[in-house]
């Protein structure tokens, strides 16, 4: 099969480790030649030989008007026409700042960056520099991006490849992360009683996204809220995922908490690269060039970026624009759900506004271990079933699927046929 994705990712794999710029892109966990992506318009991309997919990965999330949007594309074009970068302030900021400060009330004061993984280093300094506490509780399967400090037991990437920690992290920079079950009350009380004048924040993805989808019960979430009030720790809610994605005021707008410090990316910058983070005023007047905590980015507020993700943000805005999303996910979820039904697969399926899960098990999990006790190797078979009927999903059991404004009831359709015969061979 020495086609050009097969030369492409061997010529790749010569000059860039492991042939790919990210990890979860090679498909170590689910085998095979990953597509080498050549275009994408709408729903759809095309690898290098001309292959059509209906694309669910939308950039690994950021993709929520398609690809190639009319719109996106013109804003980054004239923006570019007048500039790529300048290192000083720029009018468009305020305007990013002001719509996403009114969106996400609980976000007084932003701050652009240019990663999620930026904007959660950023986060867990800004918590330990208010609190003066060193210690974060984090979840085991929820992924904060590539950070030092919070690179335990990480989910997706770092789980995908079996290695939860990674090698170049020395266990001194990681003595003060405390890991802790998702989804546990009694695990997250008794962390709070042993060592809760020592805990700065806590640090969740509200609705996890890295361990395929799993929510936060109320009761945890509320549990959450309670014990940082308690005892004087931040409560920092990982949006990266989740903001403007599962609804426009992110999975806090869902669950009606107010956390202290939220971090934004991928949706955010609109396809571009960006990520933010914010707190109400007290919090976020301790940063540089006010305050002791230090923070800096030589291409923060990058104008492209900050273009499209102006340009994003007013067209999520739309009304009907989250419900439509929102039905559009349901009906992938539901018709995947009775196709597997209908061929005796055991297989469940959830989605929350334009992001969803799709788990080879009998129940939805509510856990990372729930998570780990799916069927992987079904779901392998059935990624690869999927990808030659042109139904690019992400490669990697543990990764949420995201539905874009561009797909259509053709889109979902097809990819029910697909999925119509793909479970009749699993
Ligand atoms: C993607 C992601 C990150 C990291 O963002 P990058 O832009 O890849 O650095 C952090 N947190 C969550 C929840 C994410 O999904």
Redesign the pocket.
Known sequence: MSNANEVAFQKAKKVIPGGVNSPVRAFGSVGGTPRTIDRGAGSKIYDVTGKEFIDYVGS??PLILGHAHPDIVRVVQQTAERGLSFGAPTEKEIELAEMITRLVPSMEQIRLVS??????MSAIRLARGFTGKPKIIKFEG?????SDSLLVKAGSGALTFGQPSSAGVPSELTSHTIVLDYNNVEMLNRAFSEAGDEIAGVII?PIA??MNLVKASPDFVSALRNLCDRYGALLIY?E??TGFRVGISGAQGIQGVTPDIT?L??VIGGGMPM?AFGARREIMDRLAPIGPVYQAGTLSGNPVSVAAGIRTLQLIQEPEFFDDLTKVTRRLVDGMTEMAKKHSVDFCADSVGGMFGMYFSRSIPESFSDVMASDRERFNKFFHLMLDRGVYLAPSAFEAGFVSSAHSEADIAATLDAADETFAKL
């Open positions: 690994w999330g990663s999620g993984t930026e904007a959660t929820c992924y904060h991006g590539h993805e996204g890295n990982d990266v995922m971090t990316g991928k990520g």
